[in-house]
């Protein structure tokens, strides 16, 4: 018992130091990056800088040729140059509210842009099947076979409702990774608690069918069943790097591997493992990790090195995502780094460059949060963390389609097609709302609140749809899962409902227009400007008080020194 409790106190230290390294230096880039954009508004002119007179640098050039008589009369000089100066960065800082009502103005205009399009008037609800309960009950759990049950699978992305949602409990962290099994059977689920859990998609039971500890250390980021293999094996990645492969027996619970290791490590990443990707029609995985790195694994041979590695002659490392091509060879990977990079899987190298670029000209976006080929694997949708997301022709490299009205800033987000043939885009959003838009129109057809409450939104980053049944499961900083079902209301007729996503989405523009140009307000900036000089000041000072007080206790005996 001392020698497990040991253990677990050293894994919660470790886990802690990493946590408390993480947010080091997520706090050092988000300081820079605030550094940058003052600069950059300094640059542009949204920022006025006072201005420095050359009269002022005459003066102190002179100042040590001046003599005592004229000290007085520069003295008062520079008083009047100052208080000059003082009158007229006055002026320029109450100019400086008309510049951010103008960036306002701007973004307003940009959101009304953006609601038109999402609402055409001339918009009409095509016809749709409405069902009894009891065939709709029957149809949401049969498997879609003809037109008539594609047109109920397509049906359903309109009437998604809270009225018929049902959560899957079990979890105690943030879900963080769902995937269906190949018959829609099943649902496997990672969170934060560092278990995976499996349910009963389509039973009454609403808690997990199992639910086991897989081994990973941190954070689970990916769970899928493997594709061919009968529901029987499940891959995860998690934050603490490792790929693991997690074997079932008939009754769906995990066949511990040893004694020490409860499931197969496939690879190993140096940093955290996001995501995973099948090649299609195979049980072999590509997965991809901050660490720049991606790996072709297959769970029957040993561990090998990677086959790329991004960020040894690219300023460009951490991945978030990767997705294999449909009937192809191609895969696409995104991260911190502004356009999608597809490669071959026959000809990539180590440090090859990519077949291609793909992403949006003159855009803004620091990076890309998730990315998806659509059926055919000549589209290629990405998700920026500007909030938008763009459907791109993958041979012409240009934008198909935009779909915006969401916000992904906060965390890094899926994104989704739903439909065989790609009809519709499916996305989380940071104001605790999923978005379903019609692909082709870009006008928005459905948005729920699934994560959080109305008083307290959470945050959507996994939405998953069934393949052959019309169910959507999604997921984010609660602890359940929300399955949506089909329901007999329609979002489009609801005019009281339209209304309020309206309102939401011209907020989560406004806002995140607003976070992208600024973090804080203007007042606020001229602040950090002037805590980050006395900082300076500060610690300029404090290292001539410690090296004064060095030379002091330099003649101090050593078993004096206060400790």
Not at 543 to 558: A, I
Request: hydrophobic share 30%; charged share 30%; aromatic share 6%.
């Amino acid at each position: 018992m001392s020698d497990s409790s040991d253990s677990n106190e050293v894994a919660d230290l470790s886990e802690t130091d990493f946590f408390s390294v993480r947010e080091e230096r997520d706090a050092a880039v988000e300081v820079q990056r605030t550094i940058d954009e003052i600069n950059d508004l300094f640059e542009t002119g949204a920022l006025p800088e006072p201005p420095i007179l050359p009269e002022m640098e005459n003066d102190a050039a002179n100042s040590s040729d001046s003599d005592s008589s004229d000290e007085l009369t520069d003295s008062s000089e520079e008083e009047m140059e100052m208080e000059e100066i003082e009158d007229d960065f006055g002026l320029q800082r109450q100019n400086a509210p008309e510049r951010i009502n103008v960036m306002q103005a701007e973004m307003r205009k940009k959101a009304d842009e953006i609601i038109k399009k999402s609402f055409p008037e001339e918009y009409s609800l095509k016809q749709l099947h409405a069902l009894p309960k009891a065939l709709r009950s029957r149809c949401s759990k049969r498997p879609r076979t003809g037109s008539f049950q594609d047109k109920i699978y397509l049906d359903a992305a309109y009437k998604f409702s809270d009225s018929c949602m049902t959560e899957l409990t079990g979890h105690t962290g943030c879900v963080n990774a769902l995937g269906w099994s190949s018959d829609d059977q099943f649902i496997v689920s990672g969170s934060d608690d560092k278990c995976i859990n499996l349910y009963n998609a389509l039973g009454k039971d609403r808690t997990p069918r199992s639910r086991f500890f897989t081994g990973h250390q941190s954070n689970i980021f990916q769970s899928k069943f493997m594709p061919n293999q009968n529901n029987r094996k499940i891959v995860s990645c998690a934050r603490d790097g490792a790929v693991r492969l997690t074997e079932l027996d008939n009754a769906g619970c995990p066949v511990r591997l040893s004694a020490e290791e409860p499931t197969k490590v496939l690879v190993k990443h140096q940093l955290s493992a996001h995501k995973l990707s099948f090649v299609h029609g195979t049980s072999v995985i590509l997965s991809a990790g901050e660490d720049g790195r991606i790996y072709q694994i297959d769970h029957r041979e040993p561990p090998r090195n990677p086959i790329l590695r991004l960020g040894m002659e690219l300023n460009e490392k951490t991945i978030y995502a990767i997705d294999c091509q449909p009937n192809g060879y191609e895969f696409a990977v995104c991260g911190d780094f502004q356009n999608a990079k597809i490669f071959d899987r026959r000809n990539v190298t180590l440090l090859g460059a990519p077949e291609r670029d793909i992403g949006v000209e003159n855009s803004t976006n620091h990076g890309i949060t998730c990315l998806r080929y659509n059926h055919t694997g000549t589209e290629l949708l990405i998700s920026t963390n500007d909030g938008e997301i763009h459907l791109m022709d993958i041979k012409e490299s240009k934008v198909i389609n935009t779909y915006a009205g969401h916000q992904n800033e906060q965390t890094i987000k899926g994104v989704n097609f739903y439909g065989r043939n790609s009809e519709f885009i499916v996305s989380g959003s940071d104001c605790g709302n999923l978005y379903i838009w019609d692909s082709k129109t870009a006008s928005l057809i459905n948005s729920q609140l699934a994560d959080g409450s109305e008083l307290n939104p959470g945050v959507v980053n996994v939405l998953e749809p069934a393949k052959s049944i019309p169910l959507l499961a999604t997921s984010g900083l609660d602890s359940e899962i929300k399955l949506w079902s089909p329901s007999e209301q329609v979002f489009l007729e609801d005019s009281d409902r339209v209304a309020e996503i309206k309102e939401k989405m011209t907020e989560n523009i406004m806002s995140g227009g607003a976070n992208r140009r600024s973090r804080f307000s203007f007042l606020d900036r001229l602040r950090l400007l002037e805590f980050m000089s006395r900082q300076e000041r500060e610690a300029g000072s404090s290292e001539n008080d410690d090296d004064s007080d060095d030379d002091e206790q330099e003649d101090v005996h050593p078993d004096c020194r206060q400790m």
